[in-house]
């Protein structure tokens, strides 16, 4: 079939030069899908191919669509990477002439007089078809050939576009660089301090929407550079940024420059920050008090971050920002303040979580009187402030706490509403002439197979922000959320597994712990209206199987690690309310999820052997690699944190479990032994913990092992550095795990040799859980007369008595009255 695709091609270059080109767009169309589905087929005449596209592309007297469909073509080739790695980048003439096409193609920008009013939120004025596909293309392109590629080919082009008189081009430019920064990262990170002059110059055109696109600019390098450029360059960028903020002819530039300061306070310290804040704060109170609406909006989202960015050190600004934030909730009541009502409430709720709730109380009261007024009033559907509020009460909970409980029953039932919508979701033939109101921002569409489905987004971003809050409440208040739990399980178990949106899943994810550790605390302290532990065995049999198949279905790799985070905490939570049915489910599954990532590794490792792949492929997949969150598998490239979880919830499992998880010890085993002398500290210390589990529980089954296993251990215990900082928790649990082979295997052991070896390495003090254990151990020992631990005549009783002395007073009271107590026991001895 090869073969024919000359045929094809000239057929669609027959139907551009007889002008008929709706033919030549379905033919395009099919070749995009083509390009998509099977870009190996093209690879013969990839070059002849790829070269007509890029003539249609720049044939400026053809149809827009036409042109875009031709980049569209080009740039599916270059996203193919799973099946063709690296088949793009043989071509670097090509890529060149795409991105100069690209870039001409954001010179579709006219000087719309709107754009200048700013009186809506318009940022698109001017702007023609061919600006928008420019910018996507643009962003898409850098991320699938990466830095190596695009950068080099942008040093050429940007200083020509920057040095001619158009200003168009100067617009073009700083655009280009905003939407490759994120794709060239690390390439453009080493030459930032040109990248940083280039924009930086841009504040100063004449053209307010250059500056603008130099503002831009700036912004979405703060996010994707950062936070080198904050570290490096915070002295050049918030100034320029202030002074962009006195700009009162142009207020789109100036509540532009107020949306940067929040991107770059987000990848920020409070020590950057604080030295500017007078300065930044400041300027944004005079931009409240004069500013268009546009421009206060965006001066009250910039003091948002930059209370929450500098903490503790904006109490300083407390009282001079909360009475014009105040003041714009309780009188930005018309229609067309909605969305700066809104972002008050946003900034109030933030400042009040970085002063703290001392700070913040008293007006923190008549803030949520104002609230829950609002909370009866009947809002349209698309009215920000629904969203918003339901943020805002979550903030005020985190920074009161427990002070929040008497509000709950006000914030509960919408919250509980929002987070039961159903998907506003409509299904037409792909084939239809019936659109689904493509002209609505709020409506995604995707086409899968002969089925056209539009999905209201706006309904899955409420219902996304119900669910974060629930589990902010949950995990807020403990104990306190209890009344709740029987309303809002059912809610978000089943939400598990809402695949229409990723947010929701990961909400609902996180509130699983959250959930079972409040219904946990409420029984534990008497607060559970009645209810026991039989309570939290029937909320554990609910939530920890729902997460396992879950877990199993779960198409994202990033979301499994979530899930495999979750479930490890449930574990260590419903401890042996578990039963040997679920611990089975929880086991198969996690090798469900090894066998998946050494998979999915196997498959990269398969795209290296591609006749095109590169260095570049290459550096890519490592990325892949390394973003790999799932548990580890036998080969030794798992990331520490891959390695940590697995090794954790098999920790779990075999600590809560007990018999029931004995059967996987031949599984596990191996892993934790040679983890346990891992590079790693982290590693180290979840792995040798796990050895100390499977010692006091393995049985038999361990018993062939604990050669080994003293091996490990003492690998650690002896390491030159074994008592550094980054060193010494994994010296403390490989200490209190030998002491347990030393308890629970004494007969696998040479007792006077590792018995007395053991007692040398105490006290250990900083892991306190871990200190707590192994001394009360040694009481224990000494209590009945361990001939080991004694040693013959008694000649350990010295260093016993010293080890007790040293931390009697560093360990908790019940402890200190067993220390006392044996210690008369030696006096008795001596």
Not at 392 to 397: F, K, N
Not at 561 to 580: A, H, K
Not at 718 to 741: C, F, Q, T, W
Not at 808 to 815: E, G, I, T, W
Request: aromatic share 6%; proline share 5%.
């Amino acid at each position: 079939m090869q073969d024919l695709l000359p045929a094809m091609m000239r057929a669609l270059t027959d139907c551009l030069n007889s002008g008929q080109e709706a033919s030549a767009q379905e033919a395009l169309e099919l070749l995009v899908e083509l390009a998509g589905a099977e870009p190996r087929f093209l690879r013969r005449q990839i070059a002849d191919v790829v070269g007509a596209m890029l003539q249609v592309a720049e044939a400026a007297q053809l149809e827009d669509g036409t042109r875009h469909l031709a980049v569209e073509f080009v740039i599916t080739l270059a996203e193919a990477r799973e099946r063709a790695p690296g088949m793009m980048r043989r071509l670097p003439q090509f890529v060149g002439r795409l991105f100069a096409v690209l870039m001409q193609m954001l010179l579709d920008v006219e000087d719309d007089p709107s754009w200048h009013s700013a009186e809506t939120e318009d940022e698109d004025a001017g702007e023609g078809n061919n600006y928008g596909v420019a910018q996507e293309c643009l962003d898409r392109l850098a991320i699938a050939i990466g830095g190596n590629a695009i950068v080099p080919i942008a040093s050429e082009l940007l200083p020509q576009y920057l040095s001619a008189p158009e200003w168009q081009k100067h617009h073009a430019a700083l655009i280009t660089l905003a939407q490759i920064a994120e794709g060239c990262a690390k390439v453009m990170l080493k030459n930032l301090e040109q990248v940083v002059s280039m924009i930086l110059n841009g504040f100063q055109h004449p053209h307010p929407r250059v500056r603008w696109a130099a503002i831009n600019a700036i912004g979405q390098l703060s996010t994707d550079l950062g936070p080198d450029l904050q570290v490096h360059y915070h002295q050049k960028v918030l100034p320029a940024l202030a002074n962009a903020m006195d700009d009162f002819q142009n207020p789109r530039v100036q509540a532009h420059a107020a949306s940067a300061i929040l991107n770059f306070s987000e990848n920020c310290t409070p020590e950057i920050l604080t030295p500017y804040l007078d300065g930044i704060v400041n300027k944004l109170l005079v931009l409240l008090q004069n500013g268009k609406q546009m421009v206060q909006e965006g001066a009250l989202t910039a003091l948002a971050s930059v209370a929450d960015s500098s903490q503790e050190h904006f109490k300083k600004y407390y009282d001079a920002v909360m009475p014009y934030l105040k003041a714009i909730l309780m009188n930005a009541t018309d229609k067309s303040n909605r969305m700066l009502r809104a972002k008050s409430m946003e900034c109030i709720s933030l400042v009040g979580m970085a002063v703290g709730k001392d700070k913040f109380r008293d007006d923190a009261r008549q803030v949520m009187e104002v609230l829950m007024a609002l909370q009866g009033t009947p809002m349209e559907t698309d009215d920000p402030i629904t969203s918003y509020m339901l943020q805002a009460w979550a903030r005020l909970c985190k920074c009161l706490g427990q002070d929040f409980l008497p509000y709950m029953s006000v914030v509960m039932p919408p919250l509980l509403q929002s987070a039961q919508l159903k998907p506003d979701v409509t299904i037409t033939s792909a084939e239809s002439d019936d659109e689904i109101e493509s002209d609505d921002d709020s409506i995604e569409t995707i086409t899968l197979g002969d089925k056209r489905i539009g999905i209201r987004t706006s309904v899955l971003e409420e219902k996304a922000t119900a669910c974060n809050m629930l589990c902010c409440y949950a995990d807020e208040l403990k104990e306190g959320f209890f009344p709740w739990i029987d309303q809002v399980a059912p809610t978000l178990v089943p939400l598990l597994k809402f695949y229409f949106h990723e947010e929701v899943r990961r909400a609902a994810v996180a509130a699983m712990p959250e959930l079972l550790r409040s219904a946990k605390l409420a029984v534990e302290k008497g607060q559970a209206q009645g209810r026991d532990e039989s309570y939290v065995k029937q909320l554990s049999d609910y939530i920890i199987p729902a997460l396992v198949e879950a877990l199993h279905k779960e198409p994202e790799t990033e979301m499994c690690s979530s899930m495999l985070d979750s479930l490890n905490e449930c574990m260590q939570l419903s401890g042996r309310l578990l039963d040997e049915t679920q611990v089975r489910a929880i086991s198969d599954e996690i090798k469900n999820v090894i066998i998946a990532s050494a998979t999915r590794k196997r498959e990269r490792t398969e795209r290296t052997k591609a006749e095109d792949f590169d260095a570049d492929e290459g550096e890519l997949l490592k990325e892949e690699n390394e973003q790999e969150e799932e548990v580890f598998d036998q080969g030794k490239d798992k990331t520490p944190e891959e390695r940590r979880i697995a090794i954790c919830i098999f920790d779990d499992v075999a600590e809560q479990c007990r018999e029931s998880a004995l059967r996987y010890y031949d599984t596990y085993l191996p892993f934790l032994l040679e983890a346990a002398n891992d590079e790693n500290s982290d590693v180290r210390q979840a792995a040798v913990y796990g050895v100390g589990v499977c010692a006091e529980f393995g049985g038999h089954v361990f018993r062939p092992l604990v050669g080994e296993a003293l091996s490990k251990l003492n690998n650690v215990i002896r390491h030159p550095e074994a008592r550094h900082p980054d060193n010494i928790m994994a010296y403390d649990n490989a200490v209190s795990a030998l002491g347990k082979i030393c308890q629970f295997h004494r007969d696998g052991i040479d007792a006077t040799q590792v018995v007395p070896a053991w007692l040398s390495c105490l006290p250990i003090k900083d892991d306190k859980i871990e200190a707590k254990v192994v001394h009360e151990q040694l009481c224990s020992m000494v209590e009945r007369s361990d001939a080991e631990i004694l040693g013959p005549q008694n000649q350990y009783l010295p260093k016993i008595l010293s080890i007790f002395t040293e931390v009697m007073f560093d360990l908790c009271p019940q402890f200190e009255q067993g220390c006392k107590f044996v210690a008369i026991i030696m006096y008795d001895f001596q």
